[in-house]
């Protein structure tokens, strides 16, 4: 009976366990596979070598992390990596990406995702480098670089031709001819956020919004320049989720009015919109019934009449509603506010 037993526990660790982990391996994320490592030698010995485990490389924060990174491609075993996390990663320079170009193409035929944030010893020589190996590429975010300009934007989308996620926040340096680039090649753009592109104005807002009609997510956060002449054109992206005009200062109940359109709309921030009144507000509740999150602080031109129209229309989505220091609202304590919006959980969106 004993030996038995010994025997289907072997067939079992062979057989059964290497075969369920093969389907399971390919549905788990990287992390949850290195940890059945631990588990048993027969898990080991199933996982060690399948390509789930190498499809991501993550030096987030890492020191050293350039040659790190060249070192790791250098191996057969990433030939498959579909994401590269480099965010605030330390010592990543043009020459490593220079380096992965000449000696590490053939890894990166399959990436998908690349983060470099922070990342600001790149330049526009470095975002050439990696773009030129990576025509697979969708998802690109270059938060907080001034070094790339509108040069790198150009071989960005020369060479990635499925970009759907584009985030270039704090990229000061890019102008209008950015956008035209991005317009002109990426019609089936999902998500761009160009927060803090001091640069940019109605025109290139205005090429995105034409051509980019797929737009799911746009952020526009702390750009002042715009006016309601590309505001009002925002009514053209039917499929628009996430809106953040933070710090529009030209924004009028016209231009807000015309936004109303997005009628999937489900969070917008309207923080500090200070020619904002009762009228755009209300087109708001009324175009934009699935609304989910709202930040109307620092607008003092809004009054109770504003919460009582969006209550009717928006009361039983509604879960953050920040009204803090709009002065025209008498009606702001947590209790009345839920009295209007019984869902509401998030009442302060900035500190």
């Excluded at 390919?26 to 060690?48: G, K, M």
């Excluded at 040659?67 to 491609?73: F, R």
Aim: charged share 25%.
């Amino acid at each position: 009976m004993e030996e038995e037993r010994e025997r289907e526990d072997l067939i079992w660790n062979r057989e059964t366990v290497p075969r369920v982990l093969g389907i399971l391996s390919t549905r788990l994320p990287q992390r949850d596979l290195l940890s059945l490592l631990l588990v048993s030698p027969w898990i080991h010995n199933t996982l060690i070598n399948h390509p789930s485990l190498y499809q991501v490389l993550d030096f987030h924060e890492k020191n050293n992390a350039g040659d790190q990174l060249v070192s790791a491609l250098s191996l057969s075993k990433y030939k498959y990596v579909k994401e590269i996390n480099l965010e605030f990663a330390q010592d990543i320079e043009d020459k490593h990406l220079d380096i992965i170009k000449s000696k590490c193409s053939d890894s990166l035929q399959y990436l998908e995702s690349l983060n470099l944030n922070g990342c600001q010893k790149i330049s526009d020589k470095g975002v050439e480098a990696i773009t030129t190996v990576c025509p697979n590429l969708k998802v690109f975010s270059l938060y907080w670089n001034v070094r790339v300009t509108d040069i790198g934007i150009k071989h960005l989308v020369k060479k990635c031709k499925h970009i759907v996620d584009l985030n270039l926040s704090g990229c000061k340096n890019i102008s209008d001819k950015s956008l035209e680039h991005i317009a002109d090649n990426y019609p089936y753009l999902k998500c761009l956020n160009v927060t803090r592109c001091i640069k940019l104005t109605d025109g290139g807002l205005c090429n995105i919004l034409l051509k980019c009609s797929s737009l799911y997510s746009l952020n526009l956060y702390a750009l002042s320049s715009f006016t309601d002449e590309a505001y009002k054109k925002i009514s053209s992206l039917p499929q628009l989720r996430f809106l953040d005009l933070c710090g529009a200062q030209n924004l009028t109940d016209q231009g807000l009015s015309c936004i109303a359109k997005c009628s999937n709309l489900v969070s917008l921030n309207l923080t500090w919109c200070v020619r904002v009144t009762d009228e755009g507000v209300i087109a708001i509740a009324q175009g934009c019934t699935s609304l989910e999150f709202l930040s109307l602080f620092g607008i003092i031109g809004v009054t109770d009449k504003c919460l009582e129209v969006l209550s009717r229309f928006c009361s039983n989505t509604l879960t953050t509603l920040d009204v803090n220091g709009c002065i025209g609202i008498k009606r702001r304590s947590r209790e009345e506010l839920l009295q209007l919006f019984p869902r509401l959980k998030c009442f302060k969106v900035h500190s």
